[in-house]
């Protein structure tokens, strides 16, 4: 069973917004067994549009299709629903008072003319009711494609696939199964993995398919197997995935099911009832971020001292002036005096420390672009690593947040 | 002048991984006057990616195409390149010179055939050098179409984009000018805008496009003009934004020309010499993130404290436990002795302070999810305000972001 996403929207096409809701709305799909074969996205443009659904007909079972349903002049889809299928706009009586319930009711002001043309709906549509917001989904049939419209506003978007679109793709279509597992991997190269991997990669049956995911300072290798017995599939994957032992055993960190670091590592500490906090430096804050994005986070996570300039760090991390001026701000000393302390006097389980020079100049400190200093500290044990992350500086970043995630699992793994 | 982006990579399609290149590349060509008019994803397989160059052939100026480059089995671009182009693979000694350069200079590796074979270009290409990568770009021409072929690593891509893929298109092409001015508003929804500009909007002439961007708390309107003088097209918008002064000027913060407001927020403070911290609870540390993400930062950003859970928030920012007790760590208060100890120990010129319930449980505090309470400290004057930012979790921590940095800014242009 095939899909295809499409996404209508100039901002998207002059590289002003990043297109988020395909990946979501793919994700979805694939669980339940739907192949997205293209995502596309076009101009808000009426001809285009039409253009766009008469390729995908009969070409595939599913077209969904965000934004363009908003209440202004820009926003266009409603219409050419109307044309492509040949339908008119009518007004639906349960999206007017859903409609009047919000805008009187939560936002307190007087209906509008915009407002109450947002209840308009194809007379032929099945309406996906919107319950977190005014632009309700609509779902039409051309031939053997089903279309269904949703709103560009991610969290309305995510409510209907939750709620409405999954559900009935369920209920109306025989699927087969398409089953992942990712292997996440740390500290070495793609092309040395393949080339260790090669024998094992030669021999994977027909039915199960190799990825190498990379990014800096990380490779996912992503076994997916297609066919109708979802037992037999998740067998043969994990099979494969335990040959990789042998092979590869120490640079995998783990399996990715849907699973990022960070939720990997809140898992663990909840587990274990441990807990975490982070110094840092360059990043800003950004793995302290990543840490705390999980729900229930604050089970194990304390919080961060986002030490960006020299005073914070003599201030809240107890060094001092002199220990910063003799070692540099990026240092190994100073790295290992940020974690050794954050964990002490923060009282955490684990610590991260990051300092370094993420660029793009060499600012007051000695050091050349590009280096790191990552510190963790666990209940036994406390190191320092140097690192050269590059350039540029979100690289720099990248890095240095992908490189702490990766050491601290191994030692809360370890521990 | 048109242009079409393909990416290839199964990781897109199954929502493994969120497809930034295009928006990256579409950004570039449309500040040089190239119109992207479709951006697709497909998957790693030939006769799609063959079906998807021959769709494109003569209805385009220029296709670019990322990902498929990599040195494993997965990646087939150049190969399906060949099938295209009519074409054989051969060795480029310059590419293998550098290829060789990077694994056993840098990395300090013997040189694998995986490595060799990245060194393989079409013999008709003209070879893009990727100075910060071992897969470099290809250019091909087929009738009037050029296909450009680039790596999926962000970096890479980005590199060869700047400084290969632009200067080439600049000197190769004659192209209109296209002009964007976006004016961006807090604090009032989209229907409610449009009712108040109707006139003007009716009004705009036919070559300017006006766009509403939608994100939680905040709308950018965005005018795009196309044409071929620039100084023209350029005077035309900057006079209809001046005309929304009178009807909208309240809830206009400023004018986004490739700017954040995170870019925006450190140029005033850099102007004024002045520095600003955080101290976050329930944004965990996103606000300093964002903030410390501009090159430059380090001159007024001093750094935040995140204190997560309620142990933190009295040891550094010395608010008793009495105090969180009785009224609770997602209070009014609490977010006023946030920010102003904030302040006034970190010795910023500015501070700003968030603490709230993300959700999905209320947790171990009383208040109902969503509800987050922003503190602002300026030279002048400190106060907090209160919101109720819905659900889900990652909605609630981007509205009370988004509001913070509003909130900041407004402060700041009248300081």
Known sequence: MKAAIVTIGDEILIGQITDTNSGYIAKALDKIGIQTIEMISITDDKNHILKTFATYQDQVDVVIITGGLGPTKDDITKKTFCDYFEDVLVSNQDVLAHVKSIIEGIYKRPITQLNIDQALVPSKAKVLFNKVGTAPG???????????????????????????????????????????????????????????????????????????????????????????????????VNNQANKLQPLIGDIIVGFEEDQTIEVMIGKKLEEKKQTIATAESCTGGKIGYLISSIAGASSYYKGSLVTYNNQMKSQFLQISHDFINNHGAVSEEVALQMVQNAKQIIQSDYAISVTGNAGPTSGDNQKEVGTVYIGIATPSNTFVEEFNFGQPREKVVERAVNKAMELIYKEILKN
């Open 138 to 236: 609509m779902l039409m049939q051309k031939n053997n494609t089903t279309y269904i419209s949703l709103p560009g506003v991610p969290f309305e978007m995510k409510y209907l696939v939750d709620n409405e679109i999954i559900p009935y793709l369920v209920k109306t279509y025989q699927r087969p199964f398409i089953i992942h597992k990712t292997i996440l991997t740390y500290g070495q190269g793609e092309s040395k993995i393949a080339e260790i991997i090669e024998d094992w990669e030669n021999n994977l049956p027909a039915y199960i398919k190799l990825a190498y995911l990379p990014s800096p300072g990380r490779v996912r290798l992503r076994l997916t197997a297609r066919g109708l017995e979802e037992n037999v599939l998740i067998e043969a």
